[in-house]
Nanobody, 122 residues
Framework: QVQLGESGGGLVQAGGSLRLSCIVS????????MGWFRQAPGKEREFVAG????????YYTDSVKGRFTISRDNAKNTMYLQMNSLKPEDTAVYYC???????????????WGQGTQVTVSS
C-alpha cells in the first residue's frame, strides 16, 4: 500500500508564495508519475500539474502556467509544488496523487493524499 502525505498549505496574501510537499511512504515504485490536483468549494476536483518519474516531462493546467512549478526528488520519495504569484482563485484543497496514467492533458492517478488547504486572501 502507498501512503501520500501533503504539507505546506496555509494562508497567504495575494501575490505571495507557498511550497507544497508530498512524501510517499509504504510500498514505493521506481517509476511512477505524480501530480497535484485541487478542489475549490463547490467545484469539481481539477488537475493542476503532473510530472513523470524522471522529471523529464511536466504538465500544467493553463491557469497556473508560469506561476507554479512541479518537481520531485526520487531519492527522498518527495514531490513539490512551488506556487508563486498566488491569486484568490487558487484557494482550494490541494491533493497529491501518484502512479496511474499521466498524459499531457489528463492524469488518472492510483493513489491520493488527504489534501492540504491553501487559502489566498485578496
Amino acid at each position: 500500500q502507498v501512503q501520500l502525505g501533503e504539507s505546506g498549505g496555509g494562508l497567504v496574501q495575494a501575490g505571495g508564495s507557498l511550497r507544497l510537499s508530498c512524501i510517499v511512504s509504504g510500498r514505493t515504485f521506481p517509476n511512477y508519475p505524480m501530480g497535484w490536483f485541487r478542489q475549490a468549494p463547490g467545484k469539481e476536483r481539477e488537475f493542476v500539474a503532473g510530472i513523470n518519474w524522471s522529471s523529464s516531462s511536466t504538465y500544467y493546467t493553463d491557469s497556473v502556467k508560469g506561476r507554479f512549478t512541479i518537481s520531485r526528488d526520487n531519492a527522498k520519495n518527495t514531490m513539490y509544488l512551488q506556487m508563486n504569484s498566488l491569486k484568490p482563485e487558487d484557494t482550494a484543497v490541494y491533493y497529491c496523487a501518484a502512479d496511474g496514467e499521466l498524459r499531457e492533458t489528463y492524469y488518472y492517478p492510483t493513489f491520493w493524499g488527504q489534501g492540504t488547504q491553501v487559502t489566498v486572501s485578496s
